[in-house]
């Protein structure tokens, strides 16, 4: 079974950074895609980035480019999303999407990031 912790959000100010993790347990996702989605308060889950098996290609909604970055560490089933500049619109809880065959899944709790004004 798999199991997935989400960590490293927090209250931050407009214009600083975080960095997220992802650690995976269970089945290796080492040759998975994985990705990043996130739900801001009272909207629905929406994706961030995605990342594949190798790290090579990697993708991201309009609102992360040039601001977020993910990246993997598959020798240690590990995600990370590093976020800088953050905006009051960045406020949400982070989940880590893992493969479940053509769709995500998302198994852990997800991690709440909040970013004051």
């Known amino acids: 079974q798999v199991r997935v912790e989400e960590s490293g959000g927090g209250v931050v100010r407009t214009g600083e950074s975080l960095r997220l993790s992802c650690q995976v347990s269970?089945?290796?996702?080492?040759?998975?895609?994985m990705s990043w989605f996130r739900q801001p308060p009272g909207k629905d889950r929406e994706a961030v980035a995605t990342i594949t098996w190798n790290g090579y290609h990697r993708n991201y909604e309009d609102f992360a480019k040039g601001r977020f970055t993910i990246s993997r560490n598959n020798a240690e089933n590990t995600m990370y999303l590093d976020m800088t500049n953050l905006n009051p619109g960045d406020t949400a809880v982070y989940y880590c999407?893992?493969?479940?065959?053509?769709?995500?899944?998302?198994w852990g709790q997800g991690t709440q990031v909040t970013v004051s004004s």
């Open positions: 999407g893992v493969p479940n065959g053509q769709t995500w899944a998302f």
């Open positions: 269970g089945p290796s996702v080492s040759h998975d895609a």
